[in-house]
């Protein structure tokens, strides 16, 4: 069986490694999987595949026009890389990928093809890196209704956390070493910015509730400007601080948030490093916990080999998703928030509960307010978080 790579960056080397590593075990099973090329965008920079003769190519079209029925996408850009899965699509090829932003973005579009051309679309590599939690949910929501789920969906900015925290580093720090790890992306804007659990909560969020939702109403605040006094406040409360990207759907309205959290010892305070943690409710069953490793090369790498088997093996599950229920997104749940800000405008004045200077910075705890309000009073120089409260 032939299949295509595009992209050879920290997951494309790390699939030819399974695949090169792994060839006799996968051929005892039945799965002659061979590399028939792989698109890169250089060719003259130099590269050392496991397998000597793989062959290169920068011609989108030699993929395109391939016999190969199955591409694996690896690749980081969002409209190339969208147009280029449209027409692999338009052209019968199954399409495994790992592209959070291309999936997120063009989720709708992107299923209705698949299912218009007969195609497999199996993005389990593109949520939480080796956990398994995309085909579990697809499996739940044929026969139950699943209303909340939350996660810490970012290796880097939960990287960055965690060694802050227990042994702490500095940000620029452990924001290098969370590079070098291969966690981060090479422009790690949206890691620490929170665009990257945004779109991995839209993906799971639509999945489990099989609605719409757009990026751009998901409120959204990352961990860029956190500083060591925010540890130290936490510190003195007994919390830790993690990226929590959650939504919850309740009288068909969907709340949706990605926010730093101050949490107190459950399963989310206790993920470390570059782990992701998945926190699902659903009607059969109070809630089910996955955790694991959400960001890295062999690990992305194996969610896709796990994506390829099921396609080629014909046990994928046919996409469902359509979209067909409609919810109004909003954010009106109500939680006190630690705000971190040198000047306090008359907006924030107005809602504090107790506030304490410290040099420069006041650290101000709100009264209980939701999101839709702190965001009316939100400016560029504030950190804030999230107490607990709808965790
Ligand atoms: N940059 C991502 C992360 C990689 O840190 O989680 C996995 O999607």
Known sequence: MKIAIMGFGTVGTGVEEILYKKKESLLKNCFDIEIDRVLIRDKDKKRSPLKSDIVFTDDFDEILNSQVDTVIDVTSSLEETYERI???????KNIVTANKAVVSKYFEELNALARENKVYF????SVAGAIPVIHPIMEESFFSDMNKIHGILNGTSNYILSKMEVEGSSYAD?????????????????????????????IL??????AKIDEGDIFTFGISNIKKSDFDYAKELGYSIRLIAKSVLSQGKI????IPTFLKDNFFAKTFDGTNAVKVWGENFSCY???????GRLETADAIMRDLLRILSRREINTFYDASNSYEVENNLKSKFYVRTSKVNPGLKELIEEERVLGQDHHIITREINLDELKTVLDDEMFIVEIEGTI
């Open 289 to 295: 916990e996955f955790k694991g490793p959400g960001a």
């Open 205 to 210: 969020s639509s999945l489990i509730y099989n």
């Open 86 to 92: 449209v027409l692999l699509m338009k052209a019968g």
């Open 122 to 125: 199996s993005y389990e590599a």
């Open 174 to 202: 452990v924001l290098k070493e969370a590079q070098d790890l291969g966690y981060a992306e090479a422009d790690p804007t949206a890691d620490v910015g929170g665009f990257d659990a945004m779109r991995k909560i839209r």
């Open 255 to 258: 709340n949706i948030s990605v």
